[in-house]
């Protein structure tokens, strides 16, 4: 599941090199955190949120066919440090 959403990113930003995926596993859920540059964060949010809230659909549909419970955070990496882009907002 990491795997495709690396893929998803990575063919949406310009630096595909600077985006990193960590996949932090629960009990019964697992939260996808993706890390991109400054620069491609509104790529991957796009318009009002409407690229993260898709790509939020295709992993928690890919979850649930697997029987588990998935969540997609995006970070932006300004200047070292990260700056989390709550889920509601996107």
Excluded at 28 to 51: H, L, N, P
């Amino acid at each position: 599941m990491k795997q495709l959403v690396e893929t998803i990113v990575k063919a949406l930003v310009d630096s595909p090199d600077e985006v990193v995926v960590t996949e932090v596993s629960g009990e019964q859920a697992v939260i996808y955190e993706i890390r991109v540059g400054q620069r491609d964060t509104g790529k991957v949010i796009g318009k009002m949120g409407r690229t993260a809230q898709a790509i939020r659909t295709i992993v928690k549909a890919a979850a649930a066919k697997a029987g588990k419970s998935a969540t997609v955070q995006i970070d932006s990496d300004v200047a070292g440090q990260t700056e989390a882009v709550p889920e509601e907002e996107q």
